[in-house]
């Protein structure tokens, strides 16, 4: 399997990363020995050898800030514009990872279209696309008789879709209701060990979890192009984030979370979706339910079902690692058809 | 898809019911037209009609006791012997739902063997033959070219075993460590709730989750039987039940309940296994542990994980629906390889 890396941040290294020290168990377990032939970043170069990139130099070279610093080879190319390598790099997969953009969520959407056109599976970490156009690229890649998959968009690498879309075929889901934001998880826990909205905020900042500007996480939007792509992937749904009822943590204080602990209750920033549509907003819940004692980064995901009740799944929302084995994932599954 | 159902108590009826009342979405979502052409029961009858059975009036003869009382019908055999049946009722699969017998599994285990040898994919919710002789049946499997499938085995239609060798391929899988066993959980709760281990276990004797020989659920074989085929399953481990550590719920009394709750804990029994071996036993969880929050007949079971660190699925670990969606999601996985 020949892959095209567009975008090289923090996923796609982890991508890269795994891929190297598993070559070896990736083979011999499934029969699997992933060639990445292409690189393309935004502004930190892009690289295309038809015959594969050393994987270890790669990191070497994202590592000192640009991949020029990637060693001269023979029929090495350098700097191809990204449409170019989609176009002509012969690779079977190409891989969106660039950073989301749920406004436009170009250009990475051309991109996917690019890619799909010119016969390539289509694997995606980047939200912005499957947001934005899911029934559009669906459609595309239907009509190009290639497969399109973006388990890292929700919970990075715990299974949340294959386990709604696969794992419980045949089962009805009526309703999914999740904690798919860790960075508010995380400061809502710090809330009810005793600190203010700022001080937890503050502290998810130093730890990398919220960004500089927090209001993604904080007011909702994260977990909110989450609960969309359930919706699509899981109900076939046509759902825009802005038909959701959005209500981040903001307006939380000390007093809410203490009047919920008196009552045996926790507060948790609870997506939920159902076929006819969906919400992001601070719920309590009592501490019956599975999701209350989801605690710090961690995620989770409810599907109700006819057949089996509540089905709970709990792991890593986020991170280099298990993104990058979300992406892992969808190219096993892609491998094992192909 | 014909399929000759070897069992119809509880868990076969189950699935005939789902396969009634699904007919039409799973052929319109899955393309998924089975067809049960046989059943067999141990005292109460088998029948075998070369173009399908009626599900509605296979449900109802058994609602009376016997199958028998199925309307008699141009080309229906009656009263064939079960290795008849599997060697002459054109069934491209196989699905074991006989009572489990952990000491010899047999007659199962034959009809498992005979099932293969004629070409048969296996599906089972029948724990003996996979316990005593997993190797063995995957060997013959691999021979014959079929498949051989047994979700229901663990945590009945939750999708454990799917999750650890599907959903997590590709991670390495250190260790696995539930609460598989649904009696005990309900009776370890009552417990906390002040119930005597006497009157927890009458509780769940009405409630039929335990039998009126309890000791297969409280001593902890049960348990040790899902340890022992999650191991095989996951490991490739060659390992009988005989070589895990096994210690019920028997011994623990009000007092130890009371400690473990004072130090802020809870005893839940703990199915742990890893490539090396296992256990089953009570263990005191700290409440951080999702492990801790899993209460009545709910099952959980925790992967951990070298990418992901750790993965908790938690849902149903009995039932006649729950199991029944096993045995149906086996097969939709066999139908789609067809």
């Given at each position: 399997?020949?892959?095209?890396?567009?975008?090289?941040?923090?996923?796609?290294?982890?991508l890269?990363?795994?891929?190297?020290?598993?070559?070896?168990?990736?083979?011999?377990?499934?029969?699997?020995t992933?060639?990445?032939?292409?690189?393309?970043?935004?502004?930190?170069?892009?690289?295309?050898?038809?015959?594969?990139?050393?994987?270890?130099?790669?990191?070497?070279?994202?590592s000192?800030?640009?991949?020029?610093?990637?060693?001269?080879?023979?029929?090495?190319?350098?700097?191809?514009p990204?449409?170019?390598?989609?176009?002509?790099?012969?690779?079977?997969?190409?891989?969106?990872?660039?950073?989301?953009?749920?406004?436009?969520?170009?250009?990475?959407?051309?991109?996917?279209?690019?890619?799909?056109?010119?016969?390539?599976?289509?694997?995606?970490?980047?939200?912005?696309?499957?947001?934005?156009?899911?029934?559009?690229?669906?459609?595309?890649?239907?009509?190009?008789?290639?497969?399109?998959?973006?388990?890292?968009?929700?919970?990075?690498?715990?299974?949340a879709?294959?386990?709604?879309?696969?794992?419980?075929?045949?089962?009805?889901?009526?309703?999914?209701?999740?904690?798919?934001?860790?960075?508010?998880?995380?400061?809502?826990?710090?809330?009810?060990?005793?600190?203010?909205?700022?001080?937890?905020l503050?502290q998810?900042?130093?730890?990398?979890?919220?960004?500089?500007?927090?209001?993604?996480?904080?007011?909702?939007?994260?977990?909110?192009?989450?609960?969309?792509?359930?919706?699509?992937?899981?109900?076939?749904?046509?759902?825009?984030?802005?038909?959701?009822?959005?209500?981040?943590?903001?307006?939380?204080?000390?007093?809410?979370?203490?009047?919920?602990?008196?009552?045996?209750?926790?507060?948790?920033?609870?997506?939920?979706?159902?076929?006819?549509?969906?919400?992001?907003?601070?719920?309590?819940?009592?501490?019956?339910?599975p999701?209350?004692?989801?605690?710090g980064?961690?995620?989770?995901?409810?599907?109700?079902?006819?057949?089996?009740?509540?089905?709970?799944?709990?792991?890593?929302?986020?991170?280099?690692?298990?993104?990058?084995?979300?992406l892992?994932?969808?190219?096993?599954?892609?491998?094992?058809?192909?």
């Open positions: 399997m020949k892959i095209a890396l567009i975008g090289f941040g923090n996923v796609g290294q982890g890269a990363q795994i891929l190297c020290e598993k070559a070896a168990v990736l083979q011999e377990s499934h029969g699997f992933p060639q990445v032939v292409a690189v393309a970043t935004g502004r930190r170069g892009t690289l295309y050898h038809p015959d594969g990139l050393n994987l270890e130099a790669l990191l070497v070279a994202a000192r800030g640009h991949l020029d610093y990637y060693p001269e080879t023979e029929g090495l190319y350098r700097n191809w990204v449409p170019e390598i989609i176009r002509q790099s012969q690779a079977d997969v190409v891989v969106e990872v660039s950073p989301t953009n749920l406004e436009t969520a170009h250009p990475a959407l051309d991109y996917c279209y690019l890619a799909l056109e010119h016969g390539k599976h289509l694997v995606l970490a980047n939200k912005g696309p499957v947001v934005l156009a899911y029934h559009e690229l669906r459609k595309r890649a239907r009509q190009a008789g290639k497969q399109i998959r973006f388990e890292g968009t929700v919970m990075a690498g715990t299974p879709l294959r386990t709604g879309i696969q794992n419980l075929a045949g089962c009805f889901v009526f309703a999914v209701r999740g904690i798919l934001n860790g960075t508010t998880n995380y400061m809502l826990t710090q809330m009810e060990n005793g600190l203010s909205y700022n001080a937890a503050a998810a900042q130093q730890l990398g979890y919220a960004e500089t500007d927090p209001s993604g996480d904080v007011e909702g939007w994260d977990a909110a192009a989450k609960a969309v792509i359930l919706a699509q992937s899981l109900f076939d749904a046509q759902l825009s984030i802005d038909q959701l009822e959005v209500e981040g943590i903001t307006h939380l204080t000390p007093g809410d979370i203490r009047d919920a602990h008196q009552a045996g209750e926790r507060w948790k920033l609870i997506a939920q979706v159902m076929p006819t549509g969906g919400s992001v907003k601070p719920v309590r819940l009592p501490l019956s339910d999701l209350a004692h989801v605690s980064a961690i995620n989770a995901i409810t599907y109700t079902t006819d057949l089996l009740g509540e089905v709970t799944l709990i792991g890593p929302g986020a991170g280099q690692m298990t993104t990058g084995f979300a892992l994932s969808d190219l096993l599954d892609i491998h094992r058809t192909m």
